[in-house]
């Protein structure tokens, strides 16, 4: 797996015409990545350095989770492989606390 352009995907992140989240929505949001991540952790399916520097930098540009579902599919497809399935919904059976996980916004 190639590394994450991190630079280049904020680019492309600023670019894009969406709502961004309030400070507190944000902070929701932190909360809950933090929760998926030690769920993830303890099942054995911690995120790699560049996953974790991904959301790190989706919540700083302050981007609602289903808008972050679709930006994540994008860097996943620019660095060659991802664990989505073609729908972009991580498969059945995975922590419905995934960050990695298509989250519709309510």
Do not use: C, K
């Not at 600023?14 to 932190?30: E, S």
């Not at 919540?59 to 664990?83: H, I, W």
């Amino acid at each position: 797996m190639t590394a994450i352009d991190l630079d280049a995907l904020r680019r492309e992140v600023r670019a894009l015409d969406f709502t961004r989240g309030t400070p507190a929505q944000v902070a929701l949001w932190r909360e809950g990545d933090a929760e998926a991540r030690a769920n993830l952790a303890i099942e054995g399916m911690d995120l790699d350095a560049d996953e974790h520097a991904l959301f790190d930098m989706l919540r700083d540009e302050a981007v609602p989770p289903r808008r972050a579902a679709a930006t994540r599919r994008m860097a996943g497809r620019a660095q060659g492989s991802t664990g989505y399935t073609a729908e972009g919904v991580w498969p059945r059976g995975a922590n419905r606390h995934d960050p990695r996980r298509h989250h519709r916004e309510r």
